[in-house]
């Protein structure tokens, strides 16, 4: 057997740790189905649900306060959660800079970091009060900064202003500003890596004739969720205070709009796509390669670890030109993407530094 041949022994490396993968987790599919209805008896004893997956993302509902002091305390260990808030801005013209009045949500969020974090509601309360571009639909972030015990009583580590108009809840529906709104929380939530994401229905009040219909409301919800290959663990946030009429008509408006709602049919997903993905396209890329350099265990370590974070690097380096797109057209783009970087990646090693800056000499 020659040399280069013995070399190519070196591709069957990655396979032989995905079939050991395999052996240890052998699903291989893993189909998203529709969430289950809330139930309103089961919220009210468990006050917490998991409704299962929508569009590969998991969908729990919570029935709580934030001034509780175990308030989302079950995500605590997480890294990078985030709650939404909402913020109110008055009439505008194009291009003027305004500032943003807060709702009833977002001023118990204030008393809270009036508690446990007072520098933290300084920065908060001069970042809202600060003038902002924002127009009904959009949405502001703003990053906290809690010490660990801090977060252990707020455990979150983003809040988003989700922005809303000035008039009645049915004025912003016919601006369509649910919808805007609940696209760029999602869009901002898989953009920050965020891993809990907490939204209160907000722009409701129960007691206001005119406020936004709850199940526009979920809908709107329900309709911004795109498939993601890093799904973001959403909750519904229903306050506890609610009279139980209004949990009710909460409860009723979230399960209409799950069947008014459609599951996209290519949402199904791979079962640790990203890691078996990396031992495919590392086969490919030490493939590719051995037809042009001969393969050593050095040069496989060296090309190894050059590939793998570039590889994880690919996918957050693709997310924003994806967000919008269909599951399926997510993933042919994606694996596109992955099969040109494992083909090419051999004449990106072989490219030298003094060739790529060399001066032409004149003629």
Not at 272 to 285: A, E, F, K, P, S
Request: charged share 20%; net charge positive; hydrophobic share 45%.
């Amino acid at each position: 057997m020659s040399r280069a041949w013995r070399g190519r022994l070196y591709v069957l490396l990655p396979l032989l740790l995905l079939g050991i993968d395999l052996l240890v987790a052998p699903r291989v599919i893993v189909r998203d189905e529709r969430p289950q209805p809330i139930s309103a008896v089961r919220l009210l004893v468990e006050r917490q649900l998991q409704l299962g997956a929508f569009r590969s993302h998991p969908i729990r509902v919570s029935i709580d306060s934030v001034s509780d002091s175990q308030y989302f305390a079950s995500i605590v260990l997480a890294k990078q959660n985030a709650l939404v808030v909402s913020g109110f801005v008055s009439a505008y013209d194009p291009g003027d800079e305004v500032t943003i009045d807060i709702g009833a949500f977002t001023s118990a969020v204030f008393q809270k970091l009036k508690r446990v974090a007072p520098e933290e509601l300084k920065r908060f309360t001069k970042f809202i009060n600060e003038k902002h571009a924002s127009r009904p639909g959009d949405v502001v972030e703003f990053e906290l900064r809690l010490d660990p015990s801090v977060r252990n009583l707020f455990p979150f580590d983003r809040l988003f202003v989700a922005v809303l108009g000035q008039g009645t809840g049915k004025e912003n529906m016919d601006q369509q500003v649910f919808e805007s709104i609940m696209t760029r929380i999602f869009k901002r939530a898989q953009q920050s890596d965020i891993l809990n994401l907490v939204v209160p229905v907000i722009g409701y009040n129960h007691t206001d004739k005119n406020a936004v219909e709850l199940r526009y409301f979920f809908r709107s919800f329900l309709g911004a969720v795109r498939p993601s290959s890093s799904p973001t663990t959403v909750w519904i946030d229903v306050y506890s205070e609610w009279p139980t009429v209004v949990l009710e008509s909460i409860v009723a408006s979230f399960n209409t709009a799950l069947l008014q709602t459609p599951v996209d049919a290519e949402i199904d997903s791979f079962n640790r796509h990203r890691v078996r993905g990396l031992y495919l396209m590392l086969t490919l890329c030490l493939l590719s390669t051995s037809f042009v350099i001969p393969l050593t265990w050095k040069s496989v370590a060296a090309i190894a670890l050059a590939f793998i974070p570039v590889y994880f690097g690919l996918e957050a380096a693709l997310a924003p030109f994806l967000i919008d797109l269909s599951g399926r057209s997510q993933l042919v783009i994606t694996v596109g993407a992955y099969v040109a970087l494992a083909l090419l990646f051999p004449l990106v090693i072989r490219w030298k530094s003094t060739d790529l800056f060399k001066r032409k000499r004149a003629s």
